[in-house]
């Protein structure tokens, strides 16, 4: 991580996620995520987090008397009704700070309780996304369709929850001179087989979300360099859901 420390950095992030930082900190922290990619993912993941706070969260009312509270912070236009533009954005620092009051909220037990609840629900967030993409996963085996491949084996591992796979290649011969193997995603809600890539040996690959989870695969021979649809022989495939 950057220079700055990281359990800062750590707090910082935590603190922004739910807009507590003031600017000179917000400052200090995205200059930090501009420079180093671990802070730019460490924000990232606690604003992922603290969204799944919001849902969380249960409706709270708001304590008596907190509208007159509000309203006595309100610039004199505003009371008026003369300025109805202007006094919506000066009243919306003047509500926060007035709803804080109300709630009667200690800044340091907040700042500590908040970075505590973000972690938890960050690192169950994880073990859940982990064994939803376990449980989920899909072995598929693709059936040669030319019997020229027949002693050839092809394995798709596919994760669902991340729209992510790995191939396996065994015995595949090598592809023609100008020519390579490409292979496909098959979602029956796209209007083409969707490309994972070229494949000369087992690897991994990433596609955008498909609409099942059990999307079907193929490979077929393209020219070098593959193609964005398929325009060779289809030597290999497995129907989606199977």
Do not use: C
């Not at 706070?53 to 610039?75: D, H, V």
């Not at 002693?151 to 001179?177: C, E, F, M």
């Amino acid at each position: 991580m950057s220079s700055e420390t990281p359990s800062r950095l750590d707090d910082l992030a935590a603190l922004h996620a739910v807009d507590l930082l003031d600017h000179e900190a917000r400052q200090e922290l995205l200059d930090a995520a501009q420079r180093d990619p671990a802070v730019e993912a460490l924000v990232r993941d606690y604003a992922e987090t603290a969204s799944l706070l919001a849902y969380e969260a249960p409706p709270i009312a708001p304590p008596p008397g907190l509208r007159q509270k509000i309203l006595r912070q309100l610039p004199a236009p505003a009371r008026a009704g003369k300025s109805n533009i202007i006094a919506f954005t000066q009243w919306v620092p003047y509500a926060i700070a007035a709803g804080l009051m109300a709630l009667g909220i200690s800044q340091s037990l907040q700042i500590d309780g908040l970075k505590s609840q973000l972690i938890s629900t960050r690192t169950e967030a994880d073990r859940l996304r982990d064994s939803n993409a376990l449980a989920g996963l899909r072995l598929a085996t693709l059936e040669a369709k030319d019997a020229a491949y027949a002693a050839s084996k092809i394995l798709v591992a596919w994760d669902p929850y991340r729209h992510r796979g790995v191939v396996s290649l065994q015995n595949l011969p090598a592809a023609p001179t100008g020519k390579d193997y490409q292979l496909w995603v098959l979602d029956p809600g796209a209007e083409a087989p969707v490309s994972a890539g070229v494949v000369t040996d087992s690897r991994s690959f990433a596609v955008k979300p498909v609409s099942t989870p059990q999307p079907g695969f193929a490979v077929s021979l393209e020219p070098a360099g593959g193609r964005p649809e398929p325009t060779g022989p289809i030597l290999f495939a497995v129907a989606p859901g199977l």
